[in-house]
């Protein structure tokens, strides 16, 4: 079975902070993707990043970077220079591919983390 | 590029009634899934389509609820009757999937903005 999770259900950072949102995985697959998802207040999940089971380099995109390491199970999301349009939620989800033609992965998604960023 | 589209934003019911909640894809994307999102149990996957046909309905809490495909641009999740406990938010997703290794576009849901259902 597929687990996530996310340990800090929520955090505030002052602006300009950096801060970082943890996410521990479990699964049996050797082959399987890594995701974030973030929900900001009107409510849409959006797509930031997927990254494959096979590929630890971290990735840095603007203000944000992640690091995937695989000896402690863990894709944590780091937000650098903190602004209030990062207030959201943020969701770290896994899947695995599964045994047939489709490659339909379902995505097993953590509880999420309430980041507020305080002006 | 339009993305996921859902609609209605929000629907507000009283129970017993039937709910029709409705989906359009993004085009060229082949899977479909819808979701539940509750504070009690997070996101949770309902059914799911490929090619338009349901592959996995494990997720449909009861025979109230019912999924329709009939063509690549269009989906339903049909809630009848509906019940105060069915009040959430609904999301559809649909990603472009293949078998094997993902390339950059390839196995990622993008997700509509989502249906806040309240039944009263």
């Known amino acids: 079975a597929q687990k996530v999770t996310q340990a800090q259900t929520e955090i505030s950072v002052v602006e300009k902070e950096d801060v970082t949102l943890d996410c521990v995985y479990e699964?049996?697959?050797?082959?399987?993707?890594l995701f974030w998802y973030k929900q900001p207040p009107s409510g849409e999940l959006v797509f930031l990043i997927r990254?494959?089971?096979?590929?630890?380099q971290n990735e840095i995109s603007g203000r944000y970077s992640w690091n995937f390491q695989k000896s402690t199970s863990s894709f944590n999301f780091t937000i650098t220079a903190s602004q209030v349009v990062d207030s959201a939620v943020y969701f770290c989800a896994l899947s695995s591919p599964e045994i047939s033609n489709f490659g339909n992965e379902k995505l097993t998604f953590g509880t999420g983390t309430r980041l507020t960023i305080i002006p | 590029d339009a993305g996921v589209i859902q609609s209605p934003r929000h629907e507000v019911t009283e129970m017993g009634q039937e709910v029709t909640l409705r989906c359009k894809p993004i085009?060229?994307?082949?899977?479909l899934f819808w979701y539940r999102q509750t504070m009690m149990r997070g996101l949770e996957l309902l059914i799911y389509f490929n090619n338009n046909v349901p592959i996995d309905d494990s997720g449909m809490p009861e025979d109230r609820f019912s999924a329709k495909m009939p063509n690549a641009s269009f989906s339903t999740l049909k809630i009848q009757p509906s019940e105060p406990r069915d009040s959430a938010v609904y999301f559809c997703?649909?990603?472009?999937?293949?078998?094997?290794?993902?390339?950059?576009?390839?196995?990622?849901?993008?997700f509509g903005a989502g249906t806040r259902l309240s039944v009263l």
């Open positions: 997703a649909s990603s472009l999937g293949v078998a094997g290794l993902a390339g950059v576009e390839e196995n990622i849901q993008y």
């Open positions: 990254r494959n089971s096979f590929d630890e």
């Open positions: 085009s060229g994307h082949n899977s």
């Open positions: 699964t049996r697959d050797t082959t399987y993707y």
